[in-house]
């Protein structure tokens, strides 16, 4: 494992996510609470990336089908809610799914030294 910065502690705003890279993985920085926190910006639906999404209250929406995760642990809320923002019904839901499973999203501890922002990759 490597120690990668990621940011400073002034590139991430209050209620933004923030895109950044590790290593060539693209990566969602935010701060919650007193804490910054990492997520790999790539939905583990289809891998689509999700730093556009609706973020509030510390959980991220994906802009592509709605499935939410919680940026401090990666832990999924809900998955495949709608499609590009407009709720669906079951049914929907299922198909858009495709048989996968609800799955959590990769998380990063995230560690501070002065104003920078780290992660281990
Ligand atoms: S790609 Fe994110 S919910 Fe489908």
Redesign the pocket.
């Known amino acids: 494992m490597a120690k990668v910065k990621i940011a400073t502690t002034a590139d991430v705003i209050a209620n933004k996510v923030l895109k950044t890279s590790a290593n060539g993985q693209s990566i969602l920085v935010a701060k919650v609470g007193d804490k910054h926190c990492a997520i790999a910006n790539k ?6 990336p ?1 730093a556009k999404g609706k973020f509030e209250n510390g959980v991220i929406t ?6 939410k995760f919680e940026i401090c642990t990666g832990k999924n809320v809900e ?2 809610e709608s499609f590009v923002g407009i709720p669906l019904p079951g049914i929907a839901k299922k198909m ?1 799914a495709m048989g996968k499973a609800p799955t959590d999203v990769a998380n990063f501890v995230v560690t501070q030294e002065g104003n920078d922002l780290f992660i281990d990759t």
């Open positions: 939905c583990p639906h289809f891998g689509l999700m994906c802009p592509f089908h709605g499935s998955w495949v858009i």
